[in-house]
Every structure is written in C-alpha cells, then in structure tokens.
C-alpha cells in the first residue's frame, strides 16, 4: 500500500499529519461473507504461514456493560487478548479492561498483555497496584477521571506506558515505565490533566519520558 503522510480525522473534518508515515503500509482488509472471511494483511515480510498469526475479535475481558457498577476489585488475573474498537472522545470507551462510569475499583495484581487499553472512563476513586501492563496500545489509559492512583506497577513494552486525559488528582508513584516505543512512545503523556503527582517512578528505554499537553 501506498505510504502516507496525512489522514482526515473523521471526528473533526480536518486533515492531520501523520507523525510515523510507516505505520501506514501496515494494514489490513476483510472481505465478510455469509460463509467465510477473507483477510488480506501486510504482515511486514514475515512468512504468515510459518510464524504466528492472532486473530482478536473479543472487545473486552472485564467490563460492565451497564454504568456505575461501582466497588468492584479485580486481582489476580490474568487478562490478555482484546481488539476495543476506536470510538471518539465523546462515545463509549471499551477496554481491555476498565471500570465504565464506576467509582472505588481496585484492580490489583494482575497481567494484562497483548490488547488495546485498559481505560478508565469517567471513573473515580479507583486503585491500580501492583499489575503488569505489556504488549498493548496504552498499558493505562485514564479519561475524565479523578482521584484515582496508580503504583507499583510495571509497564513496559507498550504504546505508551499511561497517559492521563482530561483528568485531576491523579497519583503515579513507584512504577516502572519499561520501552514504551510505539508511533507515540510516551513512558508517560498528561493531556489537560491537573494536581497530578508523579513520584519516586523508574523511566527507562522510552521513545520520549514525559510527555505534556496543556497539562
């Protein structure tokens, strides 16, 4: 395919550049029919026939389907393999994992890996200790919510390790922010986020540390 270097962003009407143009080879196309489905992808040279080649169609692991289901803790876990769909700002945001207009989660000690997000949506007073985050898009995403803390968790090897989004008192303290490489390869973004506290956190081998944007 065709390598480019602006898209249209359908939300707003306005055309955009595209920060890694390569990434754009790197797609994939179904044909849905009554009895089979044909994929044609750019598997980036390797053989798909001889090397691995997932499938996700599962939208989430763990995530209510109704609002303010609220004081709910998940520990222990292992939570992988999701394909949450792009949705813009303002629609309902699936995850991975990801409490959805909750307060009080605690989410706890698990391994999460190989998914999109796990998002929290405006969702308050949430707990998140002492978890793996590896392999997806953001290891934590956080989206108008407030009071929520995020320590001793290990994020690497993802997108971005967290990005905090329209949000205030939050806490990011004593995690480790591993590779975290992607187009974005933030270890940390904030965007219009306010009275955060970052603390005592171990930056390592990503594409950028510390991102801010209006924060």
């Keep these: 395919?065709?390598?480019?270097?602006?898209?249209?962003?359908?939300?707003?009407g306005t055309t955009d550049r595209i920060r890694n143009p390569e990434q754009t080879r790197y797609v994939w196309y179904a044909d849905v029919g009554a009895d089979e489905t044909t994929i044609w992808a750019n598997f980036q040279g390797a053989d798909p026939n001889r090397e691995l080649v997932e499938i996700n169609v599962r939208r989430s692991v763990f995530y209510p389907a109704e609002h303010h289901i609220d004081y709910i803790t998940v520990r222990g876990f292992e939570l992988a393999h999701a394909a949450s769909p792009w949705t813009p700002p303002t629609a309902d945001q699936p995850?991975?994992?990801?409490?959805?207009w909750a307060k009080g989660w605690i989410i706890e000690n698990n391994v999460i890996h190989d998914g999109?997000?796990?998002i929290l949506w405006y969702s308050?007073?949430?707990t998140i200790r002492g978890n793996v985050a590896a392999?997806?898009?953001?290891?934590?995403?956080?989206m108008f919510s407030d009071n929520v803390v995020l320590e001793d968790n290990e994020l690497r090897e993802n997108s971005v390790g967290v990005y905090f989004m329209y949000s205030k008192d939050v806490v990011l303290r004593n995690n480790r922010l591993i590779r975290n490489r992607g187009p974005s390869g933030y270890g940390l973004g904030l965007k219009e986020t306010d009275k955060f506290t970052i603390e005592d956190n171990l930056f390592v081998g990503n594409r950028?540390?510390?991102y801010f944007d209006g924060s």
């Excluded at 395919?1 to 707003?12: H, I, Q, S």
């Excluded at 995850?95 to 959805?100: E, S």
């Design 135 to 142: 392999k997806c898009r953001y290891g934590f995403h956080l």
């Design 124 to 126: 308050n007073h949430v």
């Design 95 to 100: 995850g991975l994992i990801g409490p959805n």
């Design 1 to 12: 395919p065709p390598l480019r270097t602006e898209v249209l962003d359908d939300w707003t």
């Design 116 to 118: 999109r997000d796990s």
């Design 208 to 210: 950028v540390g510390i």
